[in-house]
Nanobody, 123 residues
Protein backbone atom coordinates (compact mmCIF):
# COMPACT_ATOMS: atom_id res chain seq x y z
CA UNK A 1 0.00 0.00 0.00
CA UNK A 2 1.42 3.36 -1.05
CA UNK A 3 1.16 6.14 1.49
CA UNK A 4 1.94 9.79 0.74
CA UNK A 5 2.28 12.59 3.27
CA UNK A 6 2.89 16.21 2.35
CA UNK A 7 4.21 18.95 4.61
CA UNK A 8 5.69 22.42 4.43
CA UNK A 9 2.69 24.52 3.52
CA UNK A 10 1.95 27.79 5.24
CA UNK A 11 1.23 31.47 4.83
CA UNK A 12 3.72 33.86 3.27
CA UNK A 13 3.73 37.28 1.70
CA UNK A 14 4.14 37.77 -2.02
CA UNK A 15 7.76 37.34 -3.03
CA UNK A 16 8.43 34.86 -0.26
CA UNK A 17 9.45 31.22 -0.42
CA UNK A 18 8.27 27.87 0.85
CA UNK A 19 9.53 24.35 0.45
CA UNK A 20 7.04 21.52 0.31
CA UNK A 21 8.01 17.95 1.13
CA UNK A 22 6.32 14.70 0.22
CA UNK A 23 7.28 11.41 1.83
CA UNK A 24 6.29 8.30 -0.06
CA UNK A 25 6.16 4.87 1.54
CA UNK A 26 5.22 1.50 0.14
CA UNK A 27 6.93 1.97 -3.20
CA UNK A 28 10.52 2.44 -4.23
CA UNK A 29 10.81 6.12 -5.25
CA UNK A 30 13.33 5.28 -7.94
CA UNK A 31 10.63 3.23 -9.70
CA UNK A 32 7.82 5.75 -9.64
CA UNK A 33 6.96 9.04 -11.28
CA UNK A 34 6.04 11.81 -8.88
CA UNK A 35 4.39 15.15 -9.26
CA UNK A 36 2.96 18.18 -7.55
CA UNK A 37 -0.53 19.43 -8.27
CA UNK A 38 -2.58 22.25 -6.83
CA UNK A 39 -6.23 23.07 -6.52
CA UNK A 40 -7.78 26.38 -5.56
CA UNK A 41 -11.42 26.61 -4.40
CA UNK A 42 -13.79 26.34 -7.34
CA UNK A 43 -11.04 25.39 -9.76
CA UNK A 44 -9.85 22.14 -11.26
CA UNK A 45 -6.73 20.45 -10.00
CA UNK A 46 -3.79 21.50 -12.12
CA UNK A 47 -0.35 20.03 -12.60
CA UNK A 48 2.55 22.10 -11.30
CA UNK A 49 5.68 20.01 -11.78
CA UNK A 50 6.71 16.41 -12.25
CA UNK A 51 9.81 14.34 -11.58
CA UNK A 52 10.00 11.19 -13.63
CA UNK A 53 11.62 8.05 -12.24
CA UNK A 54 14.47 8.51 -14.70
CA UNK A 55 15.19 11.94 -13.26
CA UNK A 56 13.79 14.30 -15.88
CA UNK A 57 11.59 17.16 -14.73
CA UNK A 58 8.86 19.29 -16.23
CA UNK A 59 7.09 22.43 -15.11
CA UNK A 60 3.86 24.18 -15.86
CA UNK A 61 4.43 27.52 -17.58
CA UNK A 62 2.88 29.35 -14.64
CA UNK A 63 5.66 28.26 -12.27
CA UNK A 64 8.62 27.84 -14.59
CA UNK A 65 11.65 29.72 -13.30
CA UNK A 66 10.15 30.09 -9.82
CA UNK A 67 9.55 26.54 -8.62
CA UNK A 68 12.03 23.67 -8.50
CA UNK A 69 11.09 20.02 -8.09
CA UNK A 70 13.63 17.58 -6.74
CA UNK A 71 13.73 14.21 -5.09
CA UNK A 72 15.89 12.40 -2.58
CA UNK A 73 15.32 8.72 -3.25
CA UNK A 74 17.34 7.70 -0.21
CA UNK A 75 14.83 9.56 1.94
CA UNK A 76 11.78 8.56 -0.14
CA UNK A 77 11.07 12.28 -0.41
CA UNK A 78 9.96 14.64 -3.15
CA UNK A 79 10.42 18.39 -2.73
CA UNK A 80 8.97 21.51 -4.29
CA UNK A 81 10.98 24.67 -3.68
CA UNK A 82 8.73 27.64 -4.36
CA UNK A 83 10.31 31.05 -4.75
CA UNK A 84 8.92 34.44 -5.75
CA UNK A 85 5.48 33.34 -4.65
CA UNK A 86 2.47 35.21 -5.96
CA UNK A 87 -1.07 35.48 -4.57
CA UNK A 88 -2.28 33.37 -7.49
CA UNK A 89 -0.14 30.50 -6.18
CA UNK A 90 -2.54 30.20 -3.25
CA UNK A 91 -3.93 26.67 -3.36
CA UNK A 92 -4.00 23.30 -1.70
CA UNK A 93 -0.91 21.50 -2.98
CA UNK A 94 -0.98 17.75 -3.52
CA UNK A 95 1.75 15.22 -4.11
CA UNK A 96 0.97 12.39 -6.51
CA UNK A 97 2.76 9.25 -7.62
CA UNK A 98 2.28 6.69 -10.36
CA UNK A 99 4.49 3.87 -11.64
CA UNK A 100 3.58 4.52 -15.26
CA UNK A 101 1.62 7.73 -15.77
CA UNK A 102 3.48 11.04 -15.83
CA UNK A 103 1.48 13.66 -17.71
CA UNK A 104 0.46 16.70 -15.69
CA UNK A 105 -2.51 17.43 -17.92
CA UNK A 106 -4.79 14.81 -16.35
CA UNK A 107 -4.67 14.56 -12.59
CA UNK A 108 -7.22 11.76 -12.51
CA UNK A 109 -4.80 9.36 -14.20
CA UNK A 110 -2.37 9.46 -11.30
CA UNK A 111 -2.87 6.53 -8.96
CA UNK A 112 -1.60 7.64 -5.55
CA UNK A 113 -2.30 10.91 -3.73
CA UNK A 114 -1.53 12.62 -0.48
CA UNK A 115 -3.99 14.64 1.56
CA UNK A 116 -2.53 17.99 0.58
CA UNK A 117 -0.89 20.95 2.26
CA UNK A 118 -2.26 24.49 2.10
CA UNK A 119 -0.21 27.35 0.67
CA UNK A 120 -1.51 30.88 1.12
CA UNK A 121 0.25 33.88 -0.39
CA UNK A 122 -0.87 37.34 0.63
CA UNK A 123 -0.27 40.52 -1.33
Amino acid sequence: QVHIVESGGGSVQAGGSLRLSCVVSGYSPSNINMGWFRQAPGKEREGVARSMRGGSTFYADSVKGRFTISRDNAKNTLYLQMNSLKPEDTSMYYCAADPLYFTLSSATQWRYWGQGTQVTVSS
